[in-house]
């Protein structure tokens, strides 16, 4: 086990996979549509996040880390994409 800064590294990884894999799976989704970089990055973004929490908390072993980290991209990624909705709306009115 590889821990950096008190989080094990492979919960990290395993969280970054599972925004990645959210990512592509939500690009797939709505293919009719524009590939959107800053939809993708939040995403990867929230996978990262919720990875660091799932490895921070002492998740048992990568496979819960990753199934932990897939809930909580999903949530913490819609927050994301809020806050970014709200800031993009306050820069075009300056």
Known sequence: MIVFGGIELGGLIAGLGAGILYAVTGYFK???????????????????????????TGTPDLAVTFAAAMAYSVPIGNVLKAIWQKVKEWLEKK
């Open 30 to 56: 709505s293919l009719d549509e524009p590939f959107d970089l800053v939809k993708f990055l939040t995403a990867v973004i929230a996978g990262g996040i919720a990875g660091v929490y799932a490895a921070w």
